[in-house]
């Protein structure tokens, strides 16, 4: 069982619309990322949080550490929202490396 | 300028040969990782080292070596290519402290195996 799992794996959507990809994870965490790839690769990040909410622009997450679960929601989506999301945690255990979902791949259609 | 560059970006092989994939930062960051990613797996750490004396095993190590020759490059080796390790490769930085174990990315560098 992925420590990270992500939902959906692929969605579609038309232009405009209201846009939530969810993030559950199995282990204690304390932080959690939200990364985008573009569809020519490069990989970027768009939030880390360890707790609440974030909003940059259109993008707004949320977490509940209890619930180990984080969501990334994108309003009045646009075509070049269309990228793959991907959420990473990084464990309690110290040092232990991000571990990541296997991501979103999202397509806005206009 | 890139502060994390990977060399080279594309590569295609054949089976049997030696790879060397190269990474370097400007960012003065002591961790270094790096990563394959295939279709529908996500991406999945390979090896990384939290200080040019440190190496450490990832979730898929086993096929690759690595090597930390300064504090700023982080080399990946496929001593011997296999079709199976036809994938997306990236290399990452963090710091040690740093603020919620940040990680950026390199460019990626596609490897195909014939």
């Known amino acids: 069982k992925n420590e990270v799992e992500q939902s959906p794996q692929n969605l579609t959507a038309q232009e405009g619309e209201f846009i939530t990809i969810n993030c559950s994870y199995s282990v204690g965490i304390s932080a959690l990322h939200w990364l985008q790839q573009h569809p020519g690769g490069g990989i970027v990040s768009l939030f880390m949080l360890s707790s609440g909410k974030k909003k940059h622009g259109r993008l707004i997450a949320t977490i509940n550490i209890q619930e180990k679960h984080s969501s990334l929601h994108i309003t009045a989506s646009h075509p070049r929202d269309s990228a793959v999301y991907i959420c990473a945690v990084i464990p309690n255990s110290g040092n232990t490396p991000l571990v990541f979902g296997k991501g979103t791949r999202l397509s806005v259609i206009a | 300028d890139a502060d994390v560059t990977q060399t080279p970006r594309n590569r295609i092989t054949k089976t049997g040969k030696r790879i060397m994939l190269e990474c370097s930062q400007t960012?003065?960051?002591?961790?270094m990782y790096w990563y394959r990613q295939d279709p529908g797996l996500g991406l999945r750490l390979i090896y990384y080292s939290f200080d040019v004396k440190d190496i450490n095993k990832g979730e898929i190590s086993d096929g690759y070596s690595v090597s930390r020759q300064a504090q700023a490059k982080f080399s990946l080796s496929l001593e011997s290519a296999i079709p199976n390790q036809t994938a997306l490769y990236f290399c990452?930085?963090?710091?040690?402290?740093?603020?919620?174990?940040?990680?950026?990315f390199g460019p990626g560098t596609r490897l195909t195996v014939l």
């Open positions: 990452a930085t963090g710091e040690t402290g740093g603020y919620y174990n940040e990680q950026f």
């Open positions: 960012k003065g960051h002591d961790r």
